[in-house]
């Protein structure tokens, strides 16, 4: 233990941690120090001081490299491409080669839920409903017209982990069997002050916060879980978000389409409403399939238009993917680009005090699951209606709320009645 402590020092004046020397130094029981000794053990302080180091250094894109993305419109379709797709997805299906994964490791802030998203209840015209138990309705849907049990993977993070399972444990997972939901934890990293020092919390450890949904790579292989994946025969595997009500979790037309279009990708988007919308899009970057944040792209594009009179890049990110194996395979061996986000974090200051910050203080830095499709030179997209598909609750008022999502959800249920 003294050995790891001295080298544990040693590494961190290295990294000019001076800060948490200096709390080590004066505060810290040898309990205290055994804890942050086994931490720093799992912590590559170089990346972090490496991301720290780029943090304001966002990479900036030539617009000259940016272009539109060919999509396919459900609507559009004849009723042969229909048929077919349909077919193709439902052999999937049926042949058990779908599984479903939920990404339920985001913090939820804006909302401000207490407890992991999915625990979240919402007033529907069907009642109330947790964003869990509207998953497992989609899932239960599926099951009974396709005659199979989905497996269900549920990506948690360190932080919600606990509470994610024992919430489902005492819902009896809302009826789903027990045996095909797995749970699997994202990865993290340390958060680090604008001055350079890791952030210390409360419990005199390390904070280290969820490294976004990119994580999901990494994270899969890590678990195991798509070695399981491949024994059992998956193929396919949808991945959504937790919090988007009108969700589609079982498509086979996006599969068919997928398949059909030899495409080992592809994801769902919605029309952009309007050029100043905030939110990502599909183009293509350097040749290669790539979403685009609404900050990243040049006013002048946003507002192009193309020769039906449709925003050139306006097909949007619903967080509604589909990938082959192959595809979660090849990823899991990537290394995806961290984006940076300054956020508020209370800490140890370096005599061990407790600082409340009232304003951003430090960064905290997020991989991308769509940053995935850059290692692609392909995807398909298939547009659908924002109205059938696209219910998100991010905020806890205004758009995008649990009010604005249960009147999409409600409306779509009494259009679908019969
Ligand atoms: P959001 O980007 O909306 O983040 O996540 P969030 O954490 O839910 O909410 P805010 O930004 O803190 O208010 C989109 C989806 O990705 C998942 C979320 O759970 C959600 O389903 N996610 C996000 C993760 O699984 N891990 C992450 O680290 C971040």
Redesign the pocket.
Same mark, same amino acid.
Not at 103 to 111: K, V
């Given at each position: 233990m003294k050995e790891n402590y001295k080298e544990t020092i040693e590494k961190l004046k290295k990294y000019k941690q001076n800060e948490i020397v200096n709390i080590i130094a004066k505060k810290y029981t040898e309990e205290e120090n055994c804890k942050i000794v086994e931490q720093l053990k799992n912590i590559n302080l170089e990346q972090v001081i490496e991301l720290y180091k780029n943090a304001e250094n966002i990479p900036s894109i030539d617009e000259n490299k940016i272009e539109h993305i060919q999509y396919t419109d459900l609507n559009s379709l004849s009723n042969e491409q229909f048929k077919e797709y349909k077919q193709i997805g439902i052999d999937v299906i049926k042949n058990n080669k779908y599984a479903v994964i939920t990404?339920?490791?985001?913090?939820?802030?804006? #909302?401000g839920h207490k407890g992991p !998203?999915g625990t979240f209840k919402i007033d529907t015209i069907n009642g109330e409903k947790y964003l869990f138990q509207i998953i497992v309705e989609s899932l239960q849907k599926a099951n009974k017209k396709y005659d199979v049990t989905i497996p269900w993977y549920i990506?948690t993070?360190e932080d919600n982990n606990d509470q994610t399972v024992e919430f489902l444990e005492k819902n009896n997972y809302f009826g789903y069997k027990k045996e095909k939901v797995k749970f699997f934890k994202?990865g993290k990293v340390p958060m680090i002050k604008t001055d350079g020092n890791i952030v210390i919390d409360q419990n005199k450890l390390i904070k280290e916060a969820?490294?976004?949904?990119g994580?999901i790579y990494k994270s899969l292989k890590d678990a195991e879980l798509l070695k399981e994946m491949k024994s059992q025969g998956i193929e396919w595997i949808f991945v959504g978000?937790?919090?988007n009500i009108l969700l589609k979790i079982v498509d086979p037309i996006l599969t068919g389409l997928t398949i059909k279009e030899n495409n080992l990708i592809s994801s769902k988007s919605v029309v952009k409403k309007n050029a100043k919308e905030k939110v990502g899009v599909f183009c293509k970057l350097n040749g290669v399939p790539k979403v685009i944040e609404y900050t990243e792209l040049p006013e002048k594009m946003a507002e192009d238009i193309d020769e039906n009179g449709e925003l050139l890049y306006g097909e949007v990110n619903i #967080?509604s993917h589909l990938f082959n194996i192959k595809a979660l395979e090849k990823l899991a061996e990537q290394k995806l680009p961290y984006h940076t986000a300054f956020k508020k974090s209370n800490y140890l200051n370096e005599f061990g005090e407790f600082i409340e910050v009232l304003e951003p203080n430090a960064y905290k830095f997020?991989s991308y699951i769509f940053d995935g499709f850059s290692f692609f030179d392909d995807m398909s997209i298939l547009r659908v209606k924002r109205e059938d598909e696209f219910a998100p609750i !991010?905020n806890a008022t205004g758009s995008d709320s649990p009010e604005t999502a249960v009147k999409l959800y409600n409306d779509y249920i009494e259009r679908n009645k019969n």
């Open positions: 990404m339920a490791g985001g913090q939820g802030t804006r #909302l !998203k990506m993070s994202q969820s490294d976004g949904n994580s978000g937790v919090d #967080l997020e !991010k």
